[in-house]
């Protein structure tokens, strides 16, 4: 690591309390003036901390950055070892995935940001992904598992991030099936899985979860094409949310995931399903066709009812769906 990264795990160790240049010094083995330099680098990036004369350096108990100092301090020990990267800004952290695992990368490995250039969306749209703001994360998986049966990924991760929110807010998320998890009424979570096709067996040869979470709402606020449905896990600044909701969510999911081939996520999924027993306009191209909602099903899709009586499953890759009006 870096003279900054290590200056920022001896920090966060110490959260709270003050430690002396000097001391940083001596135990990195270097000046300083270097220390000054990588603390006022750490500064620029937001992290909160507070230099005094004669007393050192001390991140304030009230800081929420991403680091992956911060993650690792509340991954269980069952996690501890998991390969985990935490950058300021990157185009996007699916990509980088993406070529971590053509590098032969182990599963599970982690990627996280503070910030996306080219955050990726559904059916290609782009994902708001704004500075400090959000939490931008891929894990990297190579499933034994059908491709037909990939959207259980998808399942696991909305329920993880559900997970997540809810033991650090205390309140409850839904699920806009298939991949969107709504916080009061509003969408502060989004959920893309791509996918490498093995062609010798038809089956995956790895596959990249990318979620994005809008922790707090930006200074400028959402972007007029989503502000009237965006919305952020945290009403106001909250002390190392970001560091929990991110060890949070590859927690809760890897658990999830050790038994992705067995499946039986499909209650917990129905519990928190949105709209269920309502009425919806399903989107197919140019069609949209009012239906109702019944559950879905083990494989996660969704049940609904027409206007005629008749009774279908549709799967993510073929329609979206609305709240009627």
């Not at 059916?123 to 990939?150: H, M, N, Q, T, W």
């Not at 809810?166 to 298939?178: C, L, N």
Request: hydrophobic fraction near 35%; glycine fraction near 10%; charged fraction near 25%.
């Amino acid at each position: 690591m870096s003279v900054k990264d290590d200056i920022a795990a001896l920090l966060e160790k110490n959260r709270g309390d003050f430690v002396s240049g000097q001391e940083l010094a001596d135990k990195l083995g270097c000046s300083r003036g270097a220390v000054w330099k990588a603390v006022r680098t750490l500064q620029q990036q937001g992290f909160n901390i507070t230099a005094v004369t004669n007393k050192g350096y001390c991140l304030e108990t009230d800081s929420d950055v991403l680091s992956e100092q911060g993650v690792r301090k509340h991954l269980p020990k069952e996690f501890a070892d998991t390969p985990l990267a935490v950058f300021d800004c990157v185009g996007s952290t699916n990509t980088i995935v993406k070529q971590k695992a053509a590098e032969g990368a182990p599963e599970g490995t982690v990627v996280i940001a503070q910030q996306q250039t080219g955050g990726k969306g559904r059916l290609g749209r782009s994902f708001f992904s704004p500075k400090d703001s959000g939490l931008y994360l891929s894990i990297l998986l190579r499933p034994k598992l059908e491709v037909s049966r990939a959207v259980r990924i998808t399942t696991c991760a909305a329920l993880a991030v559900c997970d997540a929110i809810e033991s650090a807010t205390g309140e409850k998320p839904d699920i806009k099936w298939v991949n969107d998890v709504y916080l009061r009424g509003r969408k502060v979570c989004g959920i893309l899985t791509e996918a490498s096709v093995s062609m010798e067996n038809g089956g995956l040869d790895y596959a990249v979860l990318g979620i994005g979470i809008n922790v707090y709402e930006p200074p400028e606020g959402f972007p007029e094409e989503i502000k009237s449905i965006a919305g952020a896990v945290a009403k106001r600044r909250t002390a190392d949310l970001k560091n929990k909701l991110a060890a949070t969510v590859v927690t809760s999911f890897m658990r999830y995931y050790a038994n992705i081939a067995q499946g039986g996520f499909r209650e917990d999924y129905s519990k928190r399903l949105m709209w269920k027993g309502e009425q919806i306009v399903a989107i197919s191209g140019e069609n949209k066709t009012p239906c109702r909602i019944i559950d879905v099903d083990e494989e996660c899709r969704l049940e609904v009812e027409f206007e005629n009586g008749e009774h279908k499953l549709i799967s993510s890759g073929e329609i979206s769906i609305r709240k009627a009006k």
